[in-house]
């Protein structure tokens, strides 16, 4: 087997410090600094499992056409991201993580829409696991998935964060 090369960067944003990394192929992983308190050793460590060479690379392509999208994104400009992803996963979660990419800017869907729209009903709590474990947000907008009583949910990058990008998308 192969190893792969796997670069990663951070860059600063309104939500707090973010970690970027890609592979050859594309975007593998954007995580908030909560997740690893803020030190980057767990996402790193996360990243390392999978037999890939991590390595720090301000200046990978994708990861700095990460950055410029983000900065846009979070100036207002950009609605949508134009970018390789690495998704290697072919499972039920993966399929809701596709999905996720098609709920326009500044719209929400409940985790009962979204289990509704891959076409598992009754797969609400999966759709939930599935919006928690992305390990994309932000680009992939896990964000705009509520519950179905309207409220918030969870965030891998906290409810603030959560609160944040849905205030940004809707204008206020």
């Known amino acids: 087997m192969t190893s792969t090369t796997i670069a990663w ?13 890609s ?4 975007l593998v992983r954007v995580a908030f600094g909560s997740e690893s308190s803020g030190d ?13 060479t991590v390595t720090e690379d301000p200046a990978d392509a994708t990861l700095t056409a990460t950055a410029t999208q983000l900065d846009e994104y979070f100036a207002g400009t950009r609605r949508d991201f134009d970018l390789p992803l690495d998704r290697p996963d072919r499972t039920f979660r993966q399929h809701v993580q596709q999905y996720l990419s098609t709920i326009p800017y500044g719209r929400t869907a409940t ?24 390990p ?3 680009i992939v907008p896990c964000h705009r998935v509520l519950r179905t009583d309207g409220g918030l949910g969870g965030y891998r990058g906290g409810t603030d964060a959560k609160k944040f990008l849905l ?3 809707s204008g206020h």
């Open 9 to 21: 960067r951070t860059v600063g944003s309104p939500i707090g410090r973010l970690l970027l990394a």
């Open 23 to 26: 592979s050859p192929t594309g």
């Open 40 to 52: 980057w050793g767990t996402v790193l460590d996360e990243l390392a499992a999978s037999g890939a």
């Open 111 to 134: 985790y009962r829409e979204v289990a509704e729209a891959v076409g598992n009903p009754k797969a609400v709590r999966a759709v939930g696991t599935a919006c928690a474990t992305n």
């Open 136 to 138: 994309l947000p932000v």
């Open 167 to 169: 205030a940004l998308e």
